[in-house]
């Protein structure tokens, strides 16, 4: 799909790319999927088990922020903006479907109230004035792609010409192969409709599959396997949206981690039965807390 742009775009826009006419974060995303990138190797070609690409529209403008020097992508206007983003989303596309046709591509857009409902729980806000001011452009080039139906809302996953639109997270999907193309490690809580599904990392291009999603908590490098869970996440904390809580509760929570052998496949009545056996009410009562909002 072509996208009519001005001239004023055409000469600010002159961001870095990579192998793909995309900003370079997403470039590097589709150079994964092809195993073309130029640091990290799959013994597969990634996107021949791929049947559907979920894509979080947040990334998508990070990505083309992060692709300009900041004085730069500063001076774009709202307008300017939502038109790199459609061009980056289309370019996407247009890489995909030549590959193939049947491959479902599916943009969405969550507003993420779980404040709302998580009271406990220490959300990431924007501190400085830079901060901010990129926060409310992101949500202002959304909503601008929205209201000008460039990227409408829809709820058909079969037209990639509409995003869908939630509140909370990424829309179920039945899938045998699902990939995800986001920054945001709340999106992964919906892998427990999906048969399978694989996060694909902007940047280095890494390709993580469950067992491998611990490491998106918090420091979760150094972390032993743990499943990836909200009552987990909201404990341990992430780089985007939730803060740590305290250490003493932390170091609680992975002991009972090592005594009872958890693994990324460790269920939830399992973690319960573990919290239970603690006989620390404390640690009891968060859990139960934290799991009314599950």
Known sequence: MLIKTSS??????????????????????????????????HKEIPIE????????????????????????????????????VLEDYYGLVDVIRNYSPNILIKCFHSYYLIKLTSP????????????????????????FLLAEAL?????????ETKMIVVDTTVPELESSSGFLLSHINYDLLVASSLSQLTLLESHTGNLKQKDKWYKRYYHGNALPELPFRYDLLQIFGDQVMFHPMKKSLREKVLELAKKYHWTYATTGERIKQSVDYSHDYDLMALFAMLNKLD
């Open 49 to 84: 088990r791929m049947n559907t690409l979920w894509i979080n529209i947040r990334t998508l403008w990070r990505n083309l922020y992060g692709s300009m020097e900041r004085s730069n992508a500063d001076m774009l206007s709202i307008q300017d903006l939502s038109y790199g």
């Open 120 to 143: 406990f729980s220490r959300f990431r806000e924007p501190t400085t004035p830079i901060q901010i001011n990129q926060h409310d452009r992101m949500l202002k080039t959304i909503d």
């Open 8 to 41: 004023r775009i055409g000469m600010m826009l002159s961001r870095e790319k990579g192998q793909f006419p995309v900003s370079i974060a997403t470039s590097l995303a589709l150079e994964s999927l092809f195993n073309i990138h130029p640091d990290t190797k």
């Open 151 to 159: 990227l409408p809302a829809g709820d058909d996953l079969r037209d």
